[in-house]
């Protein structure tokens, strides 16, 4: 174990603890790290406030709807809940005996003006700079009847990416508009997700770089990211890696390899406090590893080639304080 002096210094910019059922006082007493906390529907948004309101050294708030939970989102207010869901599903609910059993679990949507109210009041109320997270497009995520339910029992119906790219480019939108960094899902949509960058850039022009991208528990190939940090029109494309999604990828060595040193983070993605410490140190040892760079067994300023240093001063970057 590193000494609380590093320790202090590491940051896990990616996880869930508000998930858990309850987070002990306990568990937030013997953390020693920071971490970024997500937030992912209309829920979480308050627990992630809270959690930072009350932990303001250790606990750094994003606010932000997940693909996952996009489906609950209307991209027009004052349509029926059945017209909304039969409207959206891929394949037509008409066609799939699946939309019966399912309609009585999913809630009332919200409309999107909701949803960017929503984040504008958290983000005026949060200390640090606006984080928007966790946001994305998920191109294999399938509905499932009750999220928090295990076995989590699964239909048959898709999110169609138009409507997860909605829900993103407004929410992105409002990114650029504050200047804000972002916590990006992209899974198996990489062509989707540069379409997207370029026509925001197209939309916003030099604005587009106040905002800066963080491709969480990237799973994107080596040449993907080597491509998009390449391009000019995005200069801020950062990514971070967990063992949790990343550890099961023969990939993950090589994407380390490939992105810019100036431009990796480490996370957690984990859904419970007490892990993430762990996790992100198993982590920074294989960062450490691959790019060779020395982890510090104590804290010293000028020790700015150290992993901890870093990764510290990509995070700043990647808040925009660098
Ligand atoms: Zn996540």
């Given at each position: 174990m590193l000494p609380s002096s590093v320790l202090k210094h590491i940051i896990d910019c990616h996880c869930h603890p508000t998930e858990a059922a309850s987070i002990s006082p306990d568990s937030m007493q013997q953390l020693q790290i920071s971490v970024c906390a997500m937030s992912t529907h209309n829920k979480d948004q308050s627990l992630v406030r809270s959690l930072a309101h009350d932990y303001p050294h250790k606990i750094i708030p994003a606010f932000g709807y997940h693909p996952w939970f996009s489906h609950f989102i209307a991209l027009r207010s004052g349509i029926?809940?059945?017209?909304?869901?039969?409207?959206?599903?891929?394949?037509?609910?008409?066609?799939?005996?699946?939309?019966?059993?399912?309609?009585?679990?999913?809630?009332?949507?919200?409309?999107?003006?909701?949803?960017?109210?929503?984040?504008?009041?958290?983000?005026?109320?949060?200390?640090?700079?606006?984080?928007?997270?966790?946001?994305?497009?998920?191109?294999?995520?399938?509905?499932?009847?009750?999220?928090?339910?295990?076995?989590?029992?699964?239909?048959?119906?898709?999110?169609?990416?138009?409507?997860?790219?909605?829900?993103?480019?407004?929410?992105?939108?409002?990114?650029?508009?504050?200047?804000?960094?972002?916590?990006?899902?992209?899974?198996?949509?990489?062509?989707?997700?540069?379409?997207?960058?370029?026509?925001?850039?197209?939309?916003?022009?030099?604005?587009?770089?106040?905002v800066r991208i963080d491709i969480h528990s990237c799973s994107m190939s080596p040449d993907s990211i080597k491509q998009l940090q390449a391009c000019k029109s995005h200069p801020n494309i950062f990514m971070s890696v967990s063992t949790t999604i990343n550890g099961r990828s023969r990939n993950l060595r090589s994407l380390i390899t490939t992105c810019l040193p100036d431009k990796l983070l480490i996370e957690s993605d984990y859904n419970a406090i007490e892990p993430s410490t762990s996790q992100c140190l198993e982590i920074l040892g294989i960062v450490a590893e691959v790019k060779g760079w020395q982890i510090e067994t104590d804290w010293k300023e000028e020790d700015t080639d150290g992993a901890v240093h870093r990764l510290e001063a990509n995070w700043k970057a990647f808040l925009g304080r660098a």
């Open positions: 029926s809940k059945r017209n909304h869901y039969q409207q959206l599903f891929q394949p037509t609910p008409e066609s799939s005996p699946d939309f019966e059993d399912l309609f009585p679990h999913l809630p009332e949507p919200i409309s999107l003006d909701d949803v960017l109210q929503d984040l504008r009041s958290n983000f005026a109320s949060s200390s640090s700079p606006p984080i928007l997270g966790e946001v994305g497009l998920d191109a294999i995520f399938r509905v499932p009847y009750d999220y928090h339910a295990s076995p989590r029992r699964i239909s048959s119906f898709a999110i169609p990416l138009e409507h997860q790219i909605a829900v993103l480019e407004a929410q992105l939108d409002l990114a650029v508009e504050l200047g804000a960094s972002v916590s990006l899902h992209s899974v198996k949509c990489p062509a989707a997700t540069l379409d997207l960058f370029n026509r925001l850039k197209r939309k916003h022009q030099d604005r587009w770089s106040r």
